[in-house]
């Protein structure tokens, strides 16, 4: 799909644009005002995408299943280990350290993708028999609820994602209505009781990351009502009030100074800041665009396995987009959801890249075979 790949170029233009300014005060401090250093550590990170993004989309969608078997198993054992054992950053333990070369990459980011492959193979298996709860849906449901487990100590906005896909891949996967809902119900439940308990809890007792996820359900529902508390926000705010509706200035951001992580959390403030509104609606048409070229691609797909994969990896990416957004604009709380194939970050840019090439190798194979139709009628 041409479409998708121009997708693909133009979130890396704004991306390379984007770091390149947020980054410039970062660089005077840390890199001794080289202002090209985390640009191009990235722009090295999204070649390598680039080249695994290619690489999969060659490779025949139908060796996934086989892939998905072990890869969703080698998950779990690397998701424990990052719980215990893990890199700490930014007060979260959400990265391992590869021995040797000294990179870290975020396990939650290769479990996603194991997981959205794990289900749609065994959506595709189970269709015969889809509405059976204890037969199929089951054995869907335990691996997304134990992902989405393992993610959230660390990383809830992360883990929600992951359930809200995996709903999401149920629902076109058939399976019923009513175990679908039997587990929004009881997700919803169980979020209404883990925030009634973080607001009833008094702060020396609340435990790892419980902390921080009440000062930010606090700071958004005080939204303007104290600059200090709700300083990202604000900061957000005055970035999207400069750009206006049209701008065009490449570099001139002055939010970077004040925003917190405009490299990855906050970028797609800068964006609007340095490109106005209208380049920040670009930024949105984009991933729904997006979007709309997997859906095409469920639409015309032969075998369910392809049609699950491609409709799996897009609303991920999506949803993921579309909350880190909603974060920038206020609508949501401060999540530390990064915005894919747009924010800094190796780890990010290189599984992004590879969820990317698989879809692409699902429409790949669909237009082969749309073509050797199209001869055996000719």
């Known amino acids: 799909d041409r479409l998708i790949w121009l997708v693909v170029f133009m979130l890396i233009a704004f991306s390379m644009l984007g770091i390149y300014s947020s980054t410039s005060t970062l660089a005077f401090r840390l890199q001794g005002g080289n202002t090209e ?81 794990y289900l749609a193979r065994q959506l595709s298996l189970k269709q015969d028999n889809i509405t059976d709860f204890k037969e199929s849906f089951l054995p869907i449901l335990a691996p997304t609820v134990i992902t989405a487990l393992l993610v ?98 490449p570099g001139g951001s002055n939010q970077k100074n004040f925003l917190p992580h405009p490299y990855s959390d906050f970028i797609y403030a800068i964006i609007i800041e340095e490109y106005g509104l209208l380049g920040g609606a670009l930024v949105v048409f984009l991933y729904l665009f997006f979007l709309y070229r997997c859906i095409r691609i469920v639409l015309k797909a032969p075998k369910a396995f392809g049609a699950f994969l491609a409709v799996g990896l897009g609303i991920a990416l999506v949803i993921q987009a579309m909350i880190n957004m909603a974060v920038v604009v206020n609508l949501v709380p401060v999540t530390g959801v990064t915005l894919p194939l747009v924010s800094m970050g190796g780890s990010s840019a290189i599984f992004t890249s590879i969820a990317f090439g698989i879809i692409l190798s699902v429409s790949r194979n669909v237009e082969l075979q749309s073509g050797n139709e199209d001869l055996a009628l000719g």
């Open 152 to 249: 959230a100590p660390d990383n809830l906005s992360t883990a929600l994602i992951i359930l809200f896909t995996g709903v999401f891949v149920m629902f076109i996967g058939r399976i019923s209505l009513k175990h679908i809902a039997l587990l929004c119900g009881a997700a919803t439940l169980f979020m209404a009781l883990f925030v009634m308990l973080l607001f009833t809890m008094p702060d020396s007792m609340l435990k790892g990351r419980m902390k921080t996820w009440k000062h930010r359900i606090e700071n958004f529902k005080q939204a303007g009502e104290n600059v200090d508390d709700d300083y990202q926000a604000m900061q957000a705010k005055i970035a999207i009030a400069k750009g206006g509706l049209f701008n065009i200035n």
């Open 37 to 117: 250093y985390y640009v191009m550590k990235q722009f090295f990170y999204v070649l390598i995408g680039l080249a695994l993004m290619f690489v999969t989309h060659l490779v025949d969608y139908r060796y996934y299943s086989r892939i998905a078997q072990v890869l969703w198993l080698i998950c779990i054992p690397l998701l424990i280990y990052t719980m215990f054992f893990g890199t700490e950053i930014n007060s979260a333990s959400r990265w391992i350290t590869v021995p040797l070369v000294g990179l870290t990459f975020q396990t939650s980011d290769l479990a996603k993708l194991g997981l959205i492959m």
